[in-house]
């Protein structure tokens, strides 16, 4: 390999997060993008490889259509700031859809199970359901609740998980969808009546999204394996979602299938 | 009237707003709160007449438990920064659900329309649907959209409304309440990958939040008189939305109805 130590730059995120990677391994924790940039990050001469949108940094590459493989065949090398950067494209849809980076966390998830064939549900700053076969994502659905949970979340008071309080309010909306928007304003009336338990807002807000997002997936999820790719806080949540669907779903971290997703990338730059 | 001249204030959205008022009239447009809070609002011994949640001010009354009048027959008066106030408290439901500032432009509507019955959709920072009869609010139930528009608004190109993206966008999620958060995602990845006409993502913004809370409360406007209480520039989208369902709706202005409302109160000072 020309770049034995490399850097693996994943920008789907409000905070981009840099590992140092020694061939296929990380070297340590997740470290944030220096104020400085690409320059700031890597030696001159280095190698970055990177995922998500770039914003700031490049105009990404174009997406690509799908069906499609999540990485191309050879992935283009650009020099910025004195760095070789290799960035990997996003995935499209007509419908439209588009994802920016979750690509990349899907090819970390197949090169370590690559004869998987169901459904990918990829939950980050956006929800992407991939229906993957043979190695391809055939087609994808996205949903957007990042923006609002993080809208809610400030006005609930932090505390406990509670499980009780998340399915039950993940029943009402995957039942009935349409009391998503009340179900938030109940949240916010019983935190600003002080009828709320520290943690029951928030494990209800859980609740609500993810039922939500259930409901409006369901030819995705149902009947077929299920694999849940999302942050390690997050698992718990969406294990518990799945599991009360009577659907036996595994779960990966999406930290670890981002760098697997790198290193996959980083193989192809031969 | 012991105070001819006093100040109407509205606390009820994120920059509050205050009129200088002769009797019952507002002499000019509403100003926002000074820095200085209420004592550089008013005069020393000035009466200031508010309502909503009061945040930063002093501690909001108690709300009062639906059934009930929007006001209440007499408020009290409390001094602050050499200013006296009175402030009109919210509404209550055991949903738990809970207005502040709504019940002042529910009793500014009622002031006009006195014989009223049917549903009231007050449509601000949330949406409260209240049930009238015989001058009281019944019942309400309210939805939470505001934290999601401003949230998805930032970014989607500003341009001309576009009805018939926004009545298309309404019927989807107002049909099929389910798809509202898939919905979100397009018009974000419309966005990005550059296929959004100017104003076309926001046109169907609205008409995804709107179908979706109609479809929420649609025992609240099916088959009964219905009058929309929102900002002016709101007006037309909710008369679109009601006349699409067949539904003849009332408009009337939020800042109108807020200090009708306010005016109905300081009457009741003696």
Known sequence: MKYPDWIALDTDRPEPRAWQMAEDRAQGAATALPAGGLGALAEPGGLVVACGPLAGILPA?????VPAAPLPEALPLAE?????????PGLSAGTPALMTGAETRLAGFLALNPGWDGAVCLAGEETHWVQVSAGEAVSFQSSLIAPLRRAMAAETAPGPWDEGLFLEALDRTRSRPETLMSGL???RAAERL????????LSQLDGLLIGADLAAAKAWWLGQPVAVITAREAIPAWSAA????GV??????EAAMTVAGLVA???RLG
Chains 1, 2 share one sequence.
């Open 61 to 65: 590459p174009l997406p690509r259509p």
């Open 80 to 88: 910025h700031q004195g760095v070789t950067l290799a960035a990997v």
């Open 185 to 187: 304003a109940r949240i």
């Open 194 to 201: 002080g009828e709320a338990a520290p943690g029951a807002g």
């Open 242 to 245: 799945f599991s009360a669907q």
């Open 248 to 253: 036996p779903a595994l779960a990966a971290e």
């Open 265 to 267: 990338a980083w193989k």
